[in-house]
């Protein structure tokens, strides 16, 4: 759904090691988001960009950090992955202010 | 913060049963949007809701945007297999910057064998 490709699908890791997750979209959006989805918490927002290089904080941004360098791509990294960071990742774009998000398949990330 | 309240957590019917559930919120939003997810996927966008009052349908599936603004309900009439999945009720405020919304916990539908 509007061309947007997170990469990798699943990751497995351990306690500590840096780990980057990617989106890269399609369709031009000027807004992109990074959510995080876990049993009993539904969708929480991590970070979300409105911009090139315009990033601000979602309501779990502990941990993470995020990068837009260009319009298409949107990074999310966990500096030194603890295991409460286990969980499924899900990118989302809009294109304008009031405009549904369209998302991802998803990261399933596993931290041991 | 705000929150949606989404109901029921899941449920169970018979194929060929129509389906209600609905979002309720103490805050007012100016959008209402209903996303199903399957195994292994994203969220799909299934209607979106931008006027209060307004009734929108999508094929079996009809959602209504509450007239008071803080809730909205998805109707899907005459159920079939592939109905199965996780439904999720979403907001956005006037006072929300660059088109965030709030998630409701989701419903689980399943279907009686």
């Known amino acids: 759904d509007a061309g947007i490709t997170q990469s990798p699908r699943h990751k497995v890791t351990e306690t500590g090691t840096p780990v980057t997750l990617r989106c890269h979209q399609t369709e031009n959006h000027r807004y992109m988001y990074w959510y995080r989805q876990d049993p009993g918490h539904g969708l929480r927002l991590i970070h979300y960009s409105y911009g090139v290089k315009d990033t601000d904080k979602g309501e779990v941004s502990d941990g993470y950090s995020v990068s837009r360098s260009k319009t298409e791509d949107f990074l999310l990294t966990l500096e030194s992955a603890t295991s409460s960071q286990t969980s499924v990742y899900f990118c989302?774009?809009?294109?304008?202010?009031?405009?549904?998000?369209?998302f991802g398949d998803g990261t399933r990330l596993s931290i041991l | 913060g705000q929150q949606l309240n989404q109901s029921p957590q899941s449920m169970f019917i018979q194929e060929g049963e129509d389906v209600s559930m609905n979002c309720t919120s103490s805050?007012?939003?100016?959008?209402w949007l209903w996303y199903k997810q399957d195994p292994g996927e994203g969220p799909v966008l299934l209607i979106a809701?931008?006027?209060?009052?307004e009734l929108t349908s999508n094929g079996r599936l009809t959602a209504q945007f509450g007239i008071t603004r803080k809730d909205s309900f998805l109707n899907i009439s005459a159920s079939i297999p592939s109905d199965v999945g996780i439904y999720f009720c979403?907001?956005?405020?006037?006072?929300?910057?660059?088109?965030?919304?709030?998630f409701g916990s989701g419903t689980r539908l399943s279907i009686r064998p």
């Open positions: 989302a774009t809009s294109g304008g202010q009031g405009q549904p998000q369209h």
């Open positions: 809701l931008y006027k209060a009052g």
């Open positions: 979403a907001g956005q405020s006037s006072s929300s910057s660059a088109s965030k919304i709030i």
């Open positions: 805050s007012i939003f100016n959008t």
